[in-house]
């Protein structure tokens, strides 16, 4: 049984930053693609950035040249440094495992970013 924990989240001022960390247990972390995700309320989950085991990246248009995706594979930690938080960034972040058919596990508690002055 794979868990994932996602942390870091909190309350930030526009234009500040924040990084998520999310470790995951039950798993051999290093050979999956890795995803960050976030829903705001009333909206759906939507992918936000994820990293490929052999650590190239992409990015929703949404975050891209602010957020960094990022891996620790002997920690089994996924990381997502957030720059330039926008309140339309405010919304739970969650971790997963990446596959074609969509993701690996099930979904972790999640970690609130709220960005508000």
């Known amino acids: 049984q794979v868990q994932l924990v996602e942390s870091g989240g909190g309350l930030v001022q526009p234009g500040g930053s924040l990084t998520l960390s999310c470790a995951a247990s039950?798993?051999?972390?290093?050979?999956?693609?890795m995803g960050w995700y976030r829903q705001a309320p009333g909206k759906q989950r939507e992918l936000v950035a994820f990293?490929?085991?052999?650590?190239?990246?992409n990015y929703a248009d949404s975050v891209k040249g602010r957020f960094t995706i990022s891996r620790d594979n002997a920690k089994n930690t996924v990381y997502l440094q957030m720059n330039s938080l926008k309140s339309e960034d405010t919304a739970v972040y969650y971790c997963?495992?990446?596959?074609?058919?969509?993701?690996?596990?099930?979904w972790g508690q999640g970690t609130q970013v709220t960005v508000s002055s």
């Open positions: 990293i490929r085991s052999g650590g190239s990246t």
């Open positions: 039950g798993t051999i972390f290093s050979s999956y693609t």
């Open positions: 997963n495992g990446i596959r074609s058919s969509g993701t690996l596990w099930s």
